[in-house]
């Protein structure tokens, strides 16, 4: 059973910049596509975007498509989401999870990590 582990939140001011990274101490994180995910105050989790196990593939949610970029680097078991150009509305817990596949954001999670907090806000 993978134990996700995401790092990287933290308060930012509109307009800057995070990465949030995501891994998994058991070293299996390479077979599968990893999603991030994003849960704001009073609101759904929606899928965010997501990599297929060998980063051929990637996928965007529209509200951050041109701001958010996903990759992963499979020697150091670690799945990136570096966030650009951020907004107020892009403040939520960020969750990493492992997904049978990208076909889609929002369906064919396995497992989920337990969330890093990031909050834009001046």
């Known amino acids: 059973?993978?134990?996700?582990?995401?790092?990287?939140?933290?308060?930012?001011?509109?307009?800057?910049s995070l990465r949030l990274s995501c891994t998994d101490s058991g070293f299996t994180l390479n077979y599968y596509?990893?999603?991030?995910?994003?849960q704001a105050p009073g609101k759904e989790r929606e899928g965010v975007s997501c990599?297929?196990?060998?980063?051929?593939?990637?996928?965007y949610a529209d509200s951050v498509k041109g701001r958010f970029i996903i990759s992963r680097d499979?020697?150091?078991n670690t799945v990136y989401l570096q966030?650009?150009?951020l907004k107020p509305?892009?403040?939520?817990?960020?969750?990493?999870?492992?997904?049978?596949s990208c076909t889609t954001l929002a369906t064919g999670v396995i497992y989920w990590g337990k969330g890093t907090?990031?909050?834009v806000s001046s």
């Open 1 to 16: 059973q993978l134990q996700l582990v995401e790092s990287g939140g933290g308060l930012v001011q509109p307009g800057g």
């Open 117 to 119: 907090l990031v909050t």
């Open 51 to 59: 990599i297929s196990p060998w980063g051929s593939s990637t996928n």
């Open 74 to 76: 499979n020697a150091k």
């Open 33 to 38: 596509a990893i999603g991030w995910f994003r």
């Open 83 to 85: 966030m650009n150009s």
């Open 89 to 100: 509305d892009d403040t939520a817990v960020y969750y990493c999870a492992a997904k049978s």
